[in-house]
T-cell receptor
Framework: ETGVTQSPTHLIKTRGQQVTLRCSSQ?????VSWYQQALGQGPQFIFQ???????GRGNFPPRFSGLQFPNYSSELNVNALELDDSALYLC????????????FGPGTRLTVT | KQEVTQIPAALSVPEGENLVLNCSFT??????LQWFRQDPGKGLTSLLL?????REQTSGRLNASLDKSSGRSTLYIAASQPGDSATYLC????????????FGKGTMLLVSP
C-alpha cells in the first residue's frame, strides 16, 4: 500500500509569483485535505476536495485554489505569493466513509522571498 | 468556532521520566480527538484516536485520555526515551460536517539522554 506523497519537497519562490504543489493520495482514498503550517504553529485547514469538487474551505483567500483529479491526486495552487505564504504545506487523504482517519504526507516546504 | 490549546508549549525532561501533555478545546461537542507526532520539518504521524464515547486509548508507552465535559485531553508518555523527542499535536474535527481537523500549536518535547 502506497502512502501519501507530495512534491516537491522544498520550493523557493519570489513574492508575486505563482506556485503549484502536488499530492498523491493513499491507495483507496477519495478525499484530500490541504493544510498550511507556519513555523511554530499547528496546521491550518485550507480546503478539502471530494469527487473533484471543493467540499469545504477554511479562512484562506481565493488566490489559494485546488484541483482533484480522477485518480484522486490533487494540486494546490497559490497565486500572487506573499511573504506570509512561507510555510509547510501538508496534504492528507482519507476515505469518505472513514473521514476521521486522515493520513498525512511529508509536506512541501515553501519559502517566499 | 473550535479552538484548541496545548500546554506546555515546550518541555525538556531527562530520559526515563514519565510525562503528561495537555490539550484543551472550547467546543465539547466533538466526536473524536487525535494525537499526532511531528518530527522537525516532517509530516504528521497519528499516534492515538479517541472516540467521543471512549475515556482513553493506549498504545505501547502512550496513553491518551479524554474528558469531553471539561474540554480536556491528556497524553501520558511513560519511561520517556530520546527517540520520543518531537512535537506533539492534538486535533479535533473542525465541525461535524467535515473530515478536516483543527489543531493546537503543539508541545515541543526534548528528552535528553
Amino acid at each position: 500500500e502506497t502512502g501519501v506523497t507530495q512534491s516537491p519537497t522544498h520550493l523557493i519562490k519570489t513574492r508575486g509569483q505563482q506556485v503549484t504543489l502536488r499530492c498523491s493520495s493513499q491507495s483507496g482514498h477519495n478525499t484530500v485535505s490541504w493544510y498550511q503550517q507556519a513555523l511554530g504553529q499547528g496546521p491550518q485547514f485550507i480546503f478539502q476536495y471530494y469527487r473533484e469538487e471543493e467540499n469545504g474551505r477554511g479562512n484562506f483567500p481565493p488566490r489559494f485554489s485546488g484541483l482533484q483529479f480522477p485518480n484522486y491526486s490533487s494540486e494546490l495552487n497559490v497565486n500572487a505569493l506573499e511573504l506570509d505564504d512561507s510555510a509547510l504545506y501538508l496534504c492528507a487523504s482519507s476515505f469518505r466513509g472513514r473521514t476521521y482517519e486522515q493520513y498525512f504526507g511529508p509536506g512541501t516546504r515553501l519559502t517566499v522571498t | 468556532k473550535q479552538e484548541v490549546t496545548q500546554i506546555p508549549a515546550a518541555l525538556s525532561v531527562p530520559e526515563g521520566e514519565n510525562l503528561v501533555l495537555n490539550c484543551s478545546f472550547t467546543d465539547s461537542a466533538i466526536y473524536n480527538l487525535q494525537w499526532f507526532r511531528q518530527d522537525p520539518g516532517k509530516g504528521l504521524t497519528s499516534l492515538l484516536l479517541i472516540q467521543s464515547s471512549q475515556r482513553e486509548q493506549t498504545s505501547g508507552r502512550l496513553n491518551a485520555s479524554l474528558d469531553k465535559s471539561s474540554g480536556r485531553s491528556t497524553l501520558y508518555i511513560a519511561a520517556s526515551q530520546p527517540g520520543d523527542s518531537a512535537t506533539y499535536l492534538c486535533a479535533v474535527p473542525l465541525n461535524s460536517g467535515y473530515s478536516t481537523l483543527t489543531f493546537g500549536k503543539g508541545t515541543m518535547l526534548l528528552v535528553s539522554p
